[in-house]
DNA sequence: GCATAAGCGGTTATCGATAATCGTTGACGG
DNA sequence: CCGTCAACGATTATCGATAACCGCTTATGC
């Protein structure tokens, strides 16, 4: 039996873990009472760490019939960009005016991603260029956008996103994109930083629809992707919402 | 004891309700057993309302240390401003595509708005505020970007900030306001439309912004703005995320 | 007199058991 | 053969009790 400190914190932990390493698929039922068999604990932490898992949009429930991995399809993973590129436009803006405290971070954080898109690490590419993401939105001060932001559940799709497009499209230069950004943040131009930053979305965004639109074409139609499409976890830590 | 369908949905939205009225105030201790006492039901249906409830950002807990209704402070209040802004443009800009099955849902809701303003009934004006701009992020049939603007929880903001604003500027015409936004989607001009919508949540920000900045003059600094202005409780229906 | 520890009241976190509910299976009648 | 419905098995929702924990007060030792 696990114990630390909040035992349902532990259980979210390991079914997030789980969830990410795709030993459960979307769709897959998720039985309260086999879970907590199985980790040798009760019902009742299983189905806190459930409930919240709903709140982070990993689960969905219905009542009296149990919950299941949630199935993240096409359309969600394309319809995320539009909103993502305005919060991270508006980031960019607000985060001029403190990227003094930020600018050692983000520069690491491109150094980091240059040396795994190298390696072919995508996992540590993925959790960089969240970082450095992150680092602009808690640049920008204002906790609702964090908060807002943080709701998208990024570094979870992220992961998923960055395998598809290496796989796709390995010629990329993830790292170098991120380039502009600190350059205008250097310059201190906030509508510049800000369209540099949606435009740096938007790409994504366009790349990802591309890689959509060929697949669609061999492979069957509007198949959903999977989270377990990752061939490595995400460390859980990553993974929370803060 | 109350009994429908789910006893914790049922525990949630009397607790909304109540946190609404301000029976309870921001700060107050939401015990588990005395409401679970009070409501002749277990602790169970108890914890996961609250579980909930802290999720959609109105109660606040620490462990070990119980459950909170959570503060809502002046910065909160204006800084959501600027991220309402940037979605509600994007959602104008995406809406003019399907606008024609919501413009009589739309006019609707200004009419109701109008008749509200006249009879001073600041409940239901600000309910059909959110009707109104709910419809639009409906119709911007983006289901992530409809999400995160719910996440925002503007329904619960919404009732105490308008009456905040009707008492200090009653001579405002919130429901007039909105016509520019019907007049470009009757257009189909989506740029326009997106530039109206964010003018008109950037300029309920300026008048929050100016209202606080008055009343920190003669008043105590940074007073936290409490749930409990309101003087009538907003149908905890319209406070669910859905 | 002060720091530290033991005890206590109040509360949360977890447990194990039970009631309520759902989907399915299979009998029954048409 | 097909539709209806009752009973069953699986699972969730809820319960009542207990263990773990926090903050505070009071006792204890120096």
């Given amino acids: ?7 349902s914190e532990q259980v979210k932990e390991e079914l997030l873990d789980d969830i990410m390493a795709g030993r459960y698929k979307p769709g897959d039922r998720l039985v309260e009472s086999q879970i907590a068999k199985r980790m040798g604990i009760s019902q009742s932490p299983v189905r806190e760490a459930l409930r919240d898992m709903v709140a982070m949009r990993f689960v969905e429930v219905e009542p ?3 919950a299941r991995v949630r199935r993240i399809d096409q359309r969600e993973v394309l319809e995320i960009y539009p909103v993502r590129a305005c919060l991270e436009e508006l980031a960019g803006q607000l985060a001029v005016a403190h990227a003094a405290d930020y600018l050692d971070d983000l520069e690491r954080a491109i150094d980091r991603m240059t040396k795994a898109f190298s390696a072919r690490d995508v996992r540590t590419l993925a959790h960089w260029d969240v970082v450095f993401h992150r680092t602009i939105l808690e640049a920008s001060g204002n906790q609702i956008l964090i908060e807002t932001w943080n709701s998208l559940m990024i570094e979870a799709r992220t992961f998923v996103t960055l395998n598809n497009l290496i ?12 380039y502009p950004i600190i350059e205008a943040l250097r310059d201190g131009d906030a509508v510049r930083c800000g369209q540099v930053m949606r435009l740096h979305v938007e790409e994504f965004g366009d790349v990802m629809r591309g890689i959509f639109h060929d697949q669609e074409a ?7 992707i999977s989270m377990s499409d990752a061939d490595v976890a995400i460390a859980p830590t990553a993974a929370r919402a803060g």
């Fill in 167 to 178: 796989s796709r499209a390995p010629e990329i230069d993830l790292a170098g994109r991120h």
């Fill in 64 to 66: 009296h019939k149990g």
């Fill in 218 to 224: 061999p492979d069957q139609t509007g198949e959903p």
């Fill in 1 to 7: 039996m696990i114990q630390r400190v909040i035992l």
